[in-house]
């Protein structure tokens, strides 16, 4: 079930509470433990960005996701 969590959210040390996660954590805590992991990283990433670029939080989050765009366009071959 770990590894689950793990690979669902990408991350393999979850700040989730492992032993809650065996004293049984619902489906519903384990998704929020998930999404606040993703949501928490996507934050910092843009609050990196802006400071870096000196821009706005919005642009900023304009720019990581072209970014990941042109990562991926990069990855798979695309042009």
Same mark, same amino acid.
């Given at each position: 079930?770990?590894?689950?969590? &793990? ?5 393999? *040390? ?14 519903? *805590? ?11 990283? &996507? ?37």
């Amino acid at each position: 079930m770990i590894e689950v969590v &793990a690979k669902a959210t990408g991350l393999p *040390d979850s700040r989730f509470d492992k032993t809650q996660l065996l004293e049984g954590a619902t489906e519903l *805590d384990i998704v929020y433990a998930g999404l606040e992991e993703i949501m928490s990283s &996507a934050t910092n990433e843009v609050i990196s960005t802006a400071l870096a670029k000196n821009i706005d939080l919005r642009t900023a989050a304009y720019v990581n996701a072209i970014n990941k765009i042109h990562e991926f366009y990069s990855i798979s071959g695309i042009q």
